[in-house]
């Protein structure tokens, strides 16, 4: 029997923790530059037009999430960890060399299914060898990776697009990350199912589900909805934030190097700090630090909008990462804890389709609202979106036990 907890199996969660960071600086590579080359080099002048490469990212992942949760206890995770990779091989090279919109558009359908399947697979993995006793810890780790790569991948973009132009040089990271990620999945990973089994035989408070899985952590089970729909509103914020800050901080006078490290900062707090806010939530139960990210996410967002000077948008964006922190991992959490070890992998799926539905809807919304009104106001209804989404979270979940005594 395989044993459960990071203690037993840190060699191998270390690599998957290494290996999410390369998945996560795949995200990284668009997040600074991407709306200045739709503007500069393709003359798009339209924010929902510009929008449209997240709203197709977000569905795109939303749906790949989804049957990565499905296909990994069909076929294995380690597989789905290899075709994901395979996925994210051609990124770099479509944006690198596009030569209209539309191949920005097939770039972000490519990184969507790279993003759903590997990220997931990894996820999942993760919490198969953690056991319950770590489990937040782990998400926080992951997640953690994941993140800081995403904001360091963020700046370098910006500082190399600031040096040595917009196209090709700073895709040429991409081509690494993609490259070596698909190396040592291939030649390192172990496949985790072993563990799962492990698990199940140890028995615990959760059964097998009757419910069909899409419909209980949807809509079925009050406490998974409520994760559910705070991480959409999450991830909206975040297709929010991905399209419209760089523009914002552009009009407000900033350039591409102070650009790239307020949209680098944001992710570098919601990354490094989930390490202590994944373990936070292993004792002190996940409603409270759900609810509370929510809080501070939502008053950052409608904080924004004031703000004139580029250290006050780096202390908000530094806010608004540590909100995210305080949720993401706990998110991940919550449901492992809700569902039995073998409904596990589907359930995340289905949480992981509503999370990462929110960033077309952000990026559509943002967009929407950008060329009806303007950049700042898309910021402030953002911001009372994840506000409701918190009191929504609050009258919805029950304040469930601590996962586990320690």
Known sequence: MKPLGLKYNWKQFSLLVLINAFVGGMVGLER??????????F??????????????????????????????QQFGRKKMLIIGWLFGLP?????????????????????????????????????????????GLAMGLNEFAGYLAVAVVAFLTGWIASEYGLRPYPFYLGIALAGIGLLMSVALVKDTAPWVKAES????????????????????????????????????????????FPL???????????????????PAFWGILQVVTGKISDFTGRKNMLLAGLMVQA?????????????????????????????YPTF?????????PEDRAESIGVFRLWRDGGYAIGALLAGILADMFDLGFAITITGIIVMISGITLLFSMNKLKKPIAH
């Open 32 to 41: 600074t530059i991407l709306p200045e080359i739709a503007e500069s080099e």
């Open 201 to 244: 035989s140890e028995g615990g408070n959760e059964k097998r589900s009757k419910q069909n899985l899409f419909w209980k952590g949807s809509f079925g089970d009050r406490n998974l909805f409520a994760v559910s729909q705070s991480g959409m509103a999450t991830n909206l914020k975040d297709g929010m934030a991905w399209g419209i």
């Open 91 to 135: 990124v770099p090279f479509i944006l690198m060399m596009a030569d209209s919109w539309n191949w920005v558009i097939v770039a972000n359908i490519f990184l969507g299914i790279n993003q759903g399947l590997a990220w997931s697979a990894n996820v999942i993995m993760k919490i198969d060898l953690a056991g319950k006793k770590d489990r």
């Open 332 to 340: 991940l959490a919550a449901v492992a804890d809700l569902v039995h």
């Open 248 to 266: 914002y901080l552009a009009a407000a006078g900033l350039d591409l190097y102070q650009i790239g490290i307020v949209t680098g900062i944001y």
């Open 299 to 327: 008053g950052s967002l409608l904080v924004f909008p004031l703000l004139d000077q580029f250290y006050e948008f780096v202390i908000a964006a530094s806010f608004l990462g540590i909100g995210t922190a305080m949720v």
């Open 43 to 72: 003359g798009m002048a339209a924010r929902s037009a510009i929008f449209s490469f997240i709203v197709v990212f977000g569905i795109t992942k939303a749906a790949s999430n989804y049957f990565a949760g499905r296909f990994v």
